[in-house]
């Protein structure tokens, strides 16, 4: 079974923290992304990786950056927390144009 | 414009009814199609692929027109359990596979 782990399932921090959301997958696939999900918006990609230390921007980039220094982790930071990116976080990982495992989800709360 | 539009919801039906939801893509290189299925407070979960010749599984169809750059899921005999966000998803091909999520439609079925 693919495993895709997100380090947290609920986080608080405070308005201008640095924050880091972790994510391992353990199937050796290619593609990871970085989703946040908010009520009526959906899923909106924030960035994505296709290979180790490549990311391209997704559709919400802004104040966001990510990591990928090895293939089965991928890793989002908010350089600097604000309230309006209080939501809920989805790590997903794909092998080509493969179906999509997701983590659980890291609810974080800016306060 | 967003890459991936689906019908907006909520869809209210009795048990039995059949239900279909639409969704249209604007990436024309895009190369594999889904349907996810979302429960509350869950992550997404592959309800199935979409291929050109269409497919079904069950009570489920899923059709996908390329031309039109139109994807589609009809659910017959709704259940209760049906209630869910169903989700369409395309993979566009841009130097690698990203994976684009549609805004969801969320489904209730009442006895």
């Known amino acids: 079974d693919v495993k895709v782990t997100q380090s947290s399932r609920y986080l608080v921090k405070r308005t201008g923290e640095k924050v880091f959301l972790e994510c391992v997958q353990d199937?050796?696939?290619?593609?990871m992304f970085w989703y946040r999900q908010d009520p009526g918006l959906g899923l909106r990609l924030i960035y994505f990786?296709?290979?180790?230390?490549?990311?391209e921007k997704g559709d919400i980039p802004e104040g966001y950056s990510v990591s990928r220094e090895k293939k089965e982790r991928f890793s989002l930071i908010l350089e600097s927390a604000s309230t309006n990116q209080t939501s809920m976080y989805l790590c997903?990982?794909?092998?080509?144009?493969?179906?999509?495992?997701f983590g659980q989800g890291t609810r974080l709360t800016v306060v | 414009r967003k890459e991936v539009e689906q019908d907006p919801g909520p869809f209210n039906v009795p048990e039995g009814a059949t239900v279909a939801f639409n969704c249209t893509y604007s990436?024309?290189?895009?190369?594999?199609f889904f349907w996810y299925r979302q429960d509350c407070r869950k992550e997404p979960k592959l309800l199935m692929s979409?291929?050109?010749s269409g497919n079904e599984d069950g009570r489920f169809t899923a059709q996908l027109n390329r031309a039109s750059q139109y994807i589609s899921l009809l659910i017959r005999d709704s259940k209760l359990s049906d209630s869910a966000t169903y989700l369409c998803?395309?993979?566009?091909?841009?130097?690698?596979?990203?994976?684009?999520f549609g805004a969801g439609t969320r489904l209730f079925v009442k006895a």
């Open positions: 990436n024309s290189a895009s190369q594999s």
């Open positions: 199937m050796d696939h290619e593609n």
């Open positions: 998803v395309v993979t566009p091909y841009t130097g690698g596979f990203k994976t684009i």
């Open positions: 979409v291929y050109s």
């Open positions: 997903a990982s794909t092998d080509r144009s493969t179906e999509a495992f």
């Open positions: 990786s296709y290979d180790v230390k490549m990311k």
